[in-house]
């Protein structure tokens, strides 16, 4: 009774509900980097993505008027006015003068500190800073206040990112480099692979079978136990560590994939028209470009994601065959992790150079998402 006409089965419920789980588990994380990378530091530290839209409460701190050029004499003492706003006034709900309790005050209080010394600060930030000629002298008096402060967003990270800095601090080269590398490492695999998987499909020759079974079990071989002999190679052939001994890493390392996908769909193709074709006299070749790759276009497609993706977000192999100590070929994935060591704190900058890292991947995927399925249960049935 469960397959009944018109109700669906226990089993097609699990299956959306896992689907629906699966897609919010991957999209809350990329909403909440998105929106961070418009956040300021102090918002970021002070509350999650999702209260951006809403006023919070953060700790600030401020600096008295330098007292050597603004204080004032008031009889044996001196005295420095002035307000802590620059800007944008805040609501100040706390303040303290000690990082150890920034909010021992209310706005109005005046905080007594040792030889008569003290500070006023009213609630629209003016504040009053009284004392002798010693302690009114060098840098002004810090202020800690904890204030409500409205929803904030900024274009400055993107403009720090992609604007600013040079060599390993400029992100915008990165950019490029990573395009550099992935784009011909994305065509050439897909080129060569395309003519393999044509021969392994349709062409009859001795030891078929054989190579068949090879590109299988080269799909089970650890990249890591490859990286080694393989730069060995390069460096003794004279390619050595740059752009195109990373292209021909990231191709053998991605061909056995791009055969086994390319064949098992070109396989499934009707074989009629292969036949009706060399009736009519067309060299295999001919086949090949003018029949086999426009039938093959989602299967082509399938596999250009996968390669993108993983060539665009891949550290071990550039990190091997890309070491540039002045940054003129460093890729984004390894710019991420050199801002991890140098600016390990100010997480709105790590926030806007991860989603500028996943923003070209998302688009591709997104563009040719509807071609993934079939490339992929291309062979899988007759």
């Given at each position: 009774?469960?397959?009944?006409?018109?109700?669906?089965?226990?089993?097609?419920?699990?299956?959306?509900?896992?689907?629906?789980?699966?897609?919010?588990?991957?999209?809350f994380p990329?909403?909440?980097?998105?929106?961070?990378?418009?956040?300021?530091?102090?918002?970021?530290?002070?509350?999650?993505?999702?209260?951006?839209?809403?006023?919070?409460?953060?700790?600030?701190?401020?600096?008295?008027?330098?007292?050597?050029?603004?204080?004032?004499?008031?009889?044996?003492?001196?005295?420095?006015?002035?307000?802590?706003?620059?800007?944008?006034?805040?609501?100040?709900?706390?303040?303290?003068?000690?990082?150890?309790?920034?909010?021992?005050?209310?706005?109005?209080?005046?905080?007594?500190?040792?030889d008569g010394?003290?500070?006023?600060?009213?609630?629209?930030?003016?504040?009053?800073?009284?004392?002798?000629?010693?302690?009114?002298?060098?840098?002004?008096?810090?202020?800690?206040?904890?204030?409500?402060?409205?929803?904030?967003?900024?274009?400055?990270?993107?403009?720090?990112?992609?604007?600013?800095?040079?060599?390993?601090?400029?992100?915008?080269?990165?950019?490029?480099?990573?395009?550099?590398?992935?784009?011909?490492?994305?065509?050439?695999?897909?080129?060569?692979?395309?003519?393999?998987?044509?021969?392994?499909?349709?062409?009859?020759?001795?030891?078929?079978?054989?190579?068949?079974?090879?590109?299988?079990?080269?799909?089970?071989?650890?990249?890591?136990?490859?990286?080694?002999?393989?730069?060995?190679?390069?460096?003794?052939?004279?390619?050595?560590?740059?752009?195109?001994?990373?292209?021909?890493?990231?191709?053998?390392?991605?061909?056995?994939?791009?055969?086994?996908?390319?064949?098992?769909?070109?396989?499934?193709?009707?074989?009629d028209i292969?036949?009706?074709?060399?009736?009519?006299?067309?060299?295999?070749?001919?086949?090949?470009?003018?029949?086999?790759?426009?039938?093959?276009?989602?299967?082509?497609?399938?596999?250009?994601?996968?390669?993108?993706?993983?060539?665009?977000?891949?550290?071990?192999?550039?990190?091997?065959?890309?070491?540039?100590?002045?940054?003129?070929?460093?890729?984004?994935?390894?710019?991420?992790?050199?801002?991890?060591?140098?600016?390990?704190?100010?997480?709105?900058?790590?926030?806007?150079?991860?989603?500028?890292?996943?923003?070209?991947?998302?688009?591709?995927?997104?563009?040719?998402?509807?071609?993934?399925?079939?490339?992929?249960?291309?062979?899988?049935?007759?």
């Amino acid at each position: 009774m469960a397959s009944i006409a018109g109700k669906k089965s226990a089993l097609t419920w699990a299956v959306h509900i896992s689907v629906a789980l699966l897609v919010l588990l991957w999209l809350f994380p990329t909403i909440g980097l998105f929106v961070s990378s418009f956040r300021t530091a102090d918002q970021i530290s002070s509350s999650g993505w999702w209260a951006a839209l809403f006023p919070a409460e953060q700790n600030e701190v401020y600096r008295a008027a330098d007292p050597d050029d603004n204080r004032v004499a008031d009889g044996d003492m001196f005295v420095v006015k002035g307000n802590i706003f620059e800007g944008d006034p805040r609501d100040i709900r706390s303040w303290g003068v000690s990082s150890r309790n920034v909010s021992a005050y209310q706005p109005g209080d005046t905080a007594e500190m040792k030889d008569g010394e003290s500070v006023t600060l009213q609630a629209d930030g003016s504040y009053v800073w009284r004392g002798n000629d010693k302690q009114l002298s060098g840098r002004g008096q810090r202020i800690f206040i904890t204030a409500t402060v409205p929803p904030e967003f900024t274009l400055g990270n993107y403009t720090t990112i992609l604007f600013s800095g040079s060599g390993q601090d400029n992100m915008a080269k990165a950019f490029f480099n990573t395009l550099t590398v992935t784009i011909p490492a994305t065509i050439i695999p897909i080129v060569v692979a395309a003519f393999a998987a044509y021969a392994l499909a349709w062409m009859e020759f001795p030891g078929r079978a054989l190579l068949i079974a090879a590109v299988v079990g080269f799909l089970v071989v650890p990249l890591q136990l490859a990286l080694i002999p393989l730069l060995r190679l390069h460096l003794g052939i004279g390619i050595g560590k740059g752009y195109l001994g990373v292209w021909l890493a990231h191709t053998a390392f991605g061909m056995p994939l791009a055969v086994y996908l390319l064949r098992n769909y070109m396989v499934g193709l009707p074989r009629d028209i292969i036949e009706n074709a060399k009736v009519d006299g067309a060299t295999d070749f001919q086949i090949f470009t003018r029949i086999i790759l426009p039938l093959s276009f989602p299967a082509l497609a399938s596999f250009a994601i996968f390669q993108f993706l993983w060539t665009w977000n891949d550290l071990l192999v550039a990190k091997v065959f890309l070491i540039d100590a002045t940054g003129s070929t460093t890729v984004m994935t390894n710019q991420i992790v050199e801002l991890l060591g140098t600016r390990g704190g100010n997480w709105e900058i790590l926030a806007t150079a991860a989603f500028v890292s996943i923003a070209v991947p998302l688009a591709v995927f997104f563009a040719m998402q509807r071609y993934l399925v079939r490339g992929l249960l291309a062979g899988s049935v007759k």
